[in-house]
């Protein structure tokens, strides 16, 4: 999957994500939503309407960082019995942790220190997985797509939100030129991660999407699988099933 792209260059993906999400946690729900025009909550919203139609009960929000997509299904009436993110950042879930205290929802959504590569749940276990723009940070891929996987019931459905490459013009211009020359600018000025808001970018670039991205997915145990671009390309949300 060619180059490993790192926040800092300076040891493995998976540590260094960590820290980076650990020192942006304080800012990170204001810049996604600043730096998307709240387009993400719409984004998170067709996820949402997708996970809705298979009623799950036992739902697993893989790479949960602050719980904006756990606290978006619970907002939007997802009838399950629980939701359990899990994340490597401590940083995130604490932010995560304090949000859920605020609406009162510590039983519907309970948040644990986890990673996709490791999950500490056992075989068969979730009605449905989501991850919204955590795939892309996973340190090995495959491994994380066949744990997530794994946890899933025959037959559950896994949903993944990413950042995919528009292809067309002029998004694809436009879209280039805010994430590679004015994010960074912004991102670093307030989130005080230099690094952060750069390896952003580089980070969907040297990412699969598409048929790519499907084709791992096939790749590493799902069936029924299905990609579906949004705004143009900029994002996608990616479907696949266990087998039964
Ligand atoms: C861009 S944030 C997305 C957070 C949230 N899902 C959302 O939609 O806002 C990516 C998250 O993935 C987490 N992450 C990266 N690698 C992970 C791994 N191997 N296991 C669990 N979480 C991981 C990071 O700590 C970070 O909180």
């Keep these: 999957m060619g180059t490993t792209v790192k926040p800092y260059n300076a040891g493995g993906k998976k540590e260094e994500v960590e820290q980076m999400f650990d020192n942006i946690a304080h800012s990170y729900d204001f810049l996604n939503h600043a730096f998307s025009f709240g387009i ?15 009623n799950p009960k036992l739902v697993l929000d893989v790479a949960t960082g602050t719980a904006d997509f756990a606290l978006e299904a619970v ?10 993110g899990v994340d490597i950042s401590e940083g995130m879930l604490e932010v995560g942790r304090k949000k859920i205290a605020d609406k009162g929802w510590q039983q519907k959504v309970v948040l644990k220190r986890g990673d996709s590569e490791n999950l500490p749940f056992d075989s068969n276990s979730f009605d449905a997985y989501t991850v919204a723009f955590g795939v892309r940070n996973f340190e090995n891929l495959e491994k994380g797509l066949s744990e997530m996987n794994r946890v899933l019931k025959p037959g559950a459905l896994g949903i993944v939100l990413e950042f995919s490459k528009p292809k ?3 998004i694809k211009q436009l879209f280039s030129f805010y994430f590679k020359f004015i994010m960074p600018v912004i991102g670093k000025l307030i989130s005080k991660d230099k690094r952060a808001y750069e ?8 990412f699969p999407s598409g048929n790519d991205f ?3 997915m096939i790749k590493t145990g799902y069936v029924d699988t299905k990609v579906i671009p949004l705004s143009g390309g900029i994002a996608s949300i990616y479907l696949g099933r266990k087998p039964r």
């Excluded at 907002?75 to 359990?84: C, E, F, G, K, S």
């Excluded at 390896?199 to 969907?204: A, D, F, K, R």
Aim: net charge positive.
């Design 168 to 170: 067309k013009f002029p």
């Design 40 to 54: 993400d909550i719409l984004w998170r919203k067709k996820a949402i309407k997708i996970l809705k139609k298979e």
């Design 199 to 206: 390896y952003l970018p580089e980070s969907v670039q040297a």
């Design 214 to 216: 499907e084709n791992i």
């Design 75 to 84: 907002r939007m009436d997802l009838n399950a019995d629980q939701i359990i």
